[in-house]
């Protein structure tokens, strides 16, 4: 249904002529109370006097007609009705909706409630520092030795960088590896037994350049010592095995990680769940709201035709007093007719706005 145009009040121009209306009018009932009674109508013992202001009443009934005729009251109600039926099955299919989530919601929140995350996040971050600043440390010692092969300082800095990075992944995937590659529990001994050896004569190698640059650097001073390779390669060697060590019992195992994987599921599948809630109760209000919305913009159109309907009434009631009281002014007997002692309106009016609040109750 199309909506309709609402301001926020009823057309200007209308309301003008409303106006222009009813000072004409206030102005007929005095000249036309004035009239009759120069011609001592209505007699004294008139009881009827609607035929004498009938043409006022008229004028007033085309007013009020004049407001049925701008307004479309049926419109109005006719939009609100249908946009609550509109609105009554969009909020049935988000009720619908609801009480599935709310449903999952509950089988969700009954797994997580039975389930625990095998390990604080810290504990990884705590064991990454542990595992990376030893063997960093140790890397950054090792920047002269590079420098004594030839690198400048920023590619010492770099290559030990990078030696370090790769010590310390090598020593996180350990066990993985030394798992792959050995089907038995033999070849695994021998393939661990194989990677370390490999290390050690690394570590050696850079120990034995390493004692070689630190006698260099005493003979300098004339301190005449030699160095040995064996402390510094059994420093290196012992900040592995604790990188070992801290890599195999500190990390989440296997088993773990998949069940901190489950954990996280459930929970961000429960999270989605309460967000999907959220989102379909703010639709849902969106709706209510809108609908409200219109109910008030097309009430409030409503209720101000119905006030001008009582403007004109009100002002055709004033108008019939007036009328009274000038035609009793300018009788020449001066006597005041029996009708007049009744001070009821002589007509009824057709209202089209006056049930509107029963209506929107």
Known sequence: MKTIEKPHYLNPKLEEELKTGLQKLDHAVVIGGENYGRRSLPLLKETNVSPFFEEHHRQAEAMLGKIDMEVPKASLIAEVQEDEKLMDTKVQAIENKLHKIKEQQHGAQAKLEGQKPPFNKARLVLAWIAVSLPLLGDAVISIPIWETWGFNFIESVLISLVFAGTLITFSHYFWRIVCLIGKTEWQRRAVATGLFLLI???????????AD????????????????????????????????????FAFPSRAEREQMAEFERLKSEYQQLLEQEQELEQEKADIIAKHNQLRQANLSILLRAAALEDMVISAAKLGYTKWKRANTMHRPDRMRPAAFNDDTYPFSFQTSFSDIKTLYA
């Open 200 to 210: 050690v004569m690394c570590f050696y190698f850079m120990a034995e350049a390493r």
């Open 213 to 248: 640059l630190r006698s260099a650097q005493m003979a300098a001073q004339g301190i005449d010592v030699h160095f040995k390779p064996i402390p510094f390669a059994l420093v290196s060697g012992l900040i592995f095995i604790m990188a070992l060590a801290i890599s195999h």
